[in-house]
């Protein structure tokens, strides 16, 4: 199993900041891209920010210039700075992995339990 477990969601005033983390944990063999998904009421589920094992970094034009994704592979986790928050920030922040476990069962997406981030105006 591979499990994925995030952290550093809150409430913020606009043009604050928030750093989330998720840190992925079972009997992984490997993990290869790492990102951020964010789902906002009434919204489909969109990428934010994608990094791949090699830290090549894309990210989706509202957040260019403002967020950073990151990664430390030793520990398994993916991390997202925000910076300058923005009421229309505001949704349920996903983190997902592509990997693989030890008895070969193969992730295109795990998906995390989600963390709420509110940006009040």
């Known amino acids: 199993q591979l499990q994925l477990v995030e952290s550093g969601g809150g409430l913020v005033q606009a043009g604050g900041s928030l750093r989330l983390s998720c840190r992925a944990s079972?009997?992984?063999?490997?993990?290869?891209?790492m990102g951020w998904y964010r789902q906002a009421p009434g919204k489909q589920r969109e990428s934010v920010a994608t990094v791949t094992t090699g830290g090549s970094t894309n990210y989706d034009d509202s957040v260019k210039g403002r967020f950073i994704i990151s990664r430390d592979n030793a520990k398994n986790t993916v991390y997202l700075q925000m910076n300058s928050l923005k009421p229309e920030d505001t949704a349920v922040y996903y983190c997902?992995?592509?990997?693989?476990?030890?008895?070969?069962?193969?992730?295109?997406?795990?998906w995390g339990q989600g963390t709420q981030v509110t940006v009040s105006s």
């Open positions: 079972g009997s992984i063999f490997s993990i290869n891209a």
């Open positions: 997902a992995v592509e990997g693989a476990t030890t008895s070969s069962i193969y992730y295109k997406k795990a």
